[in-house]
């Protein structure tokens, strides 16, 4: 049993989720056609606003990384305002420049230590481990406290992760979720059908912002230490592959290829100095065998029917208004008897 | 003083201008962002050196071997990462993974061959001053300067005036018209990554030697500014990027130069933040084709 659970290991499920929670906050904007690059950007507000909130003010650890996501999504209104006008490799690259602007400002700063970094800043599971003690968990089932510590970290994250995946489910088919789609298909269309498209990518520009906040809160807390390198334009790259690689038109999509990009440097660690050009190939592989990820919406749907989950029948909105337009003519007939 | 750094702006800005028509081609033809021009400008830069301190040729013929490699890598890069893609109906999101792909594997390879420690030209070849009485000028800054002007000047008329570069303009406005005209959009294409990579290799020497640093992540850094330019002048457009080069050049310097030298790699980002608000199809870009993915 500790063999399998090693802090190692726990620590790279930890990341991984992590890198779940990050890779759907691509998602939600990707879901609006939009492709930002300033998940690292807001990550890194997050996870500074978070870490100097617990080692400056003390605050405790949740609320302090729920201000750390207030913050990022803050701040995404005011770069919104003016790049959420910009239309696709425009507002990458403006996005992509906000992360570098936020960079090199707390790299200048002096409140965040500059290019040494905040260290010391307290570990989610080092608090589980103290309340381990305080409630004699310790040796339950054989697990000492500090795996116990680690492994309610991840039960936490988990259920972080689980909110923020169910939440994308759920608004996928909500009249915001329409929205979303139709203005990935066609802005121009959705535009012309009554929705408000800035309104739209705004809502999904900050909300993918707060994601990227909690969850550079939670990697500061978990890691312990953060500095500006962290965030660099390695990161966006790193962060921006999970949704592509997995399947960027489905959630699921973020989750899987977060989790194989997570593993597999791990697991080609035997490999040493050829892992990055085998990493780089399979990128160009990937790409070219499966452009649009490993999972599309077909796969999941023949996955979907496979497992037995029956899919809500999709009522036409013009058989809904036909339906109603007889029920109106009907009691309006019935009326006039 | 004001002039000094106008003459360090100017050639630091042509530099960039190099690097981002490179970019600024493949955009036009291929509407993707080519992420792996960093990697073959360092690989370019590489070449360069090696051809200087190995084989003691003459600076003019290291950069036009480091060109040659470049068009050879940019067919390959083409050949391996883009046409692929071409086949199919791919959302824009595919070339520019697959295009970072490359990128991480030119540069670990890199990485693994010549390893992270940073290798300088030659002191001999660095030369010496040139003093104007109001500026001071670099043998290294005047090879950069003038090898970037004429570099942009030859590729001016090759897009003007010859056949291949009309070619090239006809698939860019639209492949699919261009085709039916007799056009073979798949040579186009090639050729078109070629030239860019060819450019981008030549910047990797210049940039080589006028920061007399060469290292295997050279490409990150740089690749990023040609980025920036790209946004600057106006996606896909040649102009553009050639006046945004020397604009971000300016006034990077002169950030430096007076106060926020710690800021400097904000500069670029910052300038087009701000010029987005104004124009968001960027300096020379068409508002039709701008900004379409």
Redesign the interface.
């Known amino acids: 049993m500790s063999e399998i659970l090693n802090p190692y290991y726990l620590q790279i499920v930890m990341f991984f989720i992590i890198n779940a929670i990050m890779g759907i906050s691509i998602f939600f904007t990707l879901s609006t056609g939009q492709l930002t690059l300033g998940a690292a950007g807001f990550m890194s507000v997050g996870a500074y606003v978070g870490a100097l909130l617990t080692l400056k003010a003390e605050l405790p650890i949740p609320i302090a990384i729920f201000i750390g996501g207030i913050v990022a999504a803050l701040v995404a209104v005011v770069i919104g305002l003016p790049t959420t006008r910009l239309k696709g490799l425009y507002l990458a690259i403006a996005t992509l420049g906000f992360g570098e602007v936020v960079r090199v400002i707390f790299l200048n700063l002096e409140v965040t230590n500059g290019a040494l970094g905040l260290s010391g800043i307290p570990a989610i599971a080092q608090e589980l481990t103290n309340y381990v003690y305080e409630f004699d968990m310790d040796g339950l089932l054989d697990i000492d406290a500090l795996t116990w510590g680690n492994l309610l970290t991840i039960i936490i994250l988990l259920v972080i992760l689980a909110l923020v995946i169910l939440f994308c489910l759920r608004i996928h088919n909500s009249r915001v979720g329409r929205a979303f789609q139709a203005i990935k298909a066609d802005d121009h269309a959705a535009e012309l059908m009554g929705i408000n498209v800035v309104y739209y990518k705004m809502l999904a520009f900050v909300i993918g912002a707060f994601i990227a906040g909690i969850g550079g809160g939670l990697y500061a807390h978990i890691t312990n230490f953060i500095n500006p390198t962290d965030f660099s334009y390695h990161k966006v790259v790193q962060i921006l592959l999970f949704p592509v690689f997995g399947g960027s038109n489905v959630v699921w999509g973020s989750v899987l290829g977060s989790f194989i990009l997570t593993l597999l440097p791990e697991v080609l660690r035997f490999l040493a100095d050829y892992r990055d050009i085998i990493y780089g190939a399979l990128l160009v592989i990937l790409m070219a065998v499966r452009p649009d990820g490993i999972l599309t919406e077909d796969l999941m749907d023949k996955i979907y029917r496979k497992l037995g989950v029956k899919k809500k029948a999709y009522i036409p909105e013009t058989q809904v208004l036909t339906e109603r337009f007889e029920a109106y003519k009907a009691q309006s007939k019935s009326g006039q008897e | 003083m004001f002039l000094q750094q106008l003459v360090n702006g100017l050639t630091l800005g042509s530099l960039y201008a190099v690097l981002a028509i490179g970019l600024t081609l493949v ?1 036009g033809v291929l509407n993707i ?1 080519n992420m792996a021009h960093g990697g073959i400008f360092m690989i370019g830069a590489f070449v360069g050196l090696f051809m200087v301190t190995v084989f003691e040729v003459n600076i003019f013929v290291a950069i036009l071997v480091a060109m040659v490699v470049g068009a050879i890598l940019g067919y390959l890069l083409e050949f ?2 883009l046409r ?2 071409r086949k ?1 109906n ?6 520019l ?2 295009t ?10 890199a ?2 061959v010549w390893g992270p420690q940073t290798r300088s030209f030659p002191p001999d070849f660095i030369g010496g001053l040139i003093d104007f009485g109001m500026f001071k000028i670099s043998m290294v800054q005047i090879i950069g300067l003038g090898v970037s002007i004429v570099l942009m000047l030859i590729l001016n008329v090759l897009i003007k005036k010859t056949k291949i570069g009309k070619a090239i303009r006809a698939v860019s406005l639209s492949t699919e018209t261009a085709s039916l005209l007799g056009i073979n959009p798949t040579l186009v294409i090639s050729v078109t990554v070629m030239l860019a990579s060819a450019l981008g290799s030549a910047a990797g020497v210049l940039v080589g030697l006028s920061f007399d640093a060469v290292e295997p992540m050279m490409g ?1 850094v740089i690749g ?1 500014k040609g ?2 330019v ?2 600057l002048g106006g ?1 896909g457009n040649i102009t553009g990027a050639m006046v945004g080069g020397f604009i971000l050049g300016v006034s990077e310097v002169f950030s430096v130069a007076y106060g926020a030298s ?2 400097r ?2 500069v ?3 300038l ?2 701000l010029l ?2 104004w124009r ?3 300096l020379f870009g068409s508002k039709d084709k ?4």
């Open positions: 955009f962002i391996v990462a692929p893609l199919k791919v959302s824009h999101l595919a070339p993974i697959s970072i792909g490359v990128s991480i594997f030119i540069e670990s390879v990485l693994l990150v990023f980025l920036a790209l946004i996606l710690s800021y790699d904000a670029a980002f910052g087009i933040i987005l608000f968001p199809q960027g701008g900004g379409r993915p």
